[in-house]
């Protein structure tokens, strides 16, 4: 049974930086492509960042140039680094697969940007 657990959350000012971690265990890294997702109080989740095996990026407008996603297949960990963050970015966070996989949401971790 795939299991994905995400760190890395808390409370940052606007223009502040955090780093979220997504601990995999099994092959999930091996076998999918990657994303992670956030879902804002009273909106449906969506995509911020994706990685292919091959190491293509992709992001949305919202987070273009300032979130950057990365894995350590050795430490089966995958990253989101964010940075210049504003308030609309305050979020639940979370990693799965790529398309995402119904049995592979966990519980995410909390962003708050706030000043």
């Known amino acids: 049974q795939e299991q994905l657990v995400e760190s890395g959350g808390g409370l940052e000012q606007p223009g502040g930086s955090l780093r979220l971690s997504c601990a995999a265990s099994g092959t999930i890294f091996k076998i999918y492509d990657m994303g992670w997702y956030r879902q804002a109080p009273g909106k449906q989740r969506e995509v911020v960042a994706t990685?292919?095996?091959?190491?293509?990026?992709e992001y949305p407008d919202s987070v273009e140039g300032r979130f950057t996603i990365s894995r350590d297949s050795a430490k089966n960990t995958l990253y989101l680094q964010m940075n210049n963050l504003k308030s609309e970015d305050t979020a639940v966070y979370y990693c799965?697969?790529?398309?995402?996989?119904?049995?592979?949401w966990g519980q995410g971790t909390q962003v708050t940007v706030s000043s």
């Open positions: 799965n697969a790529f398309p995402a996989r119904h049995d592979y």
């Open positions: 990685l292919t095996h091959g190491g293509h990026t």
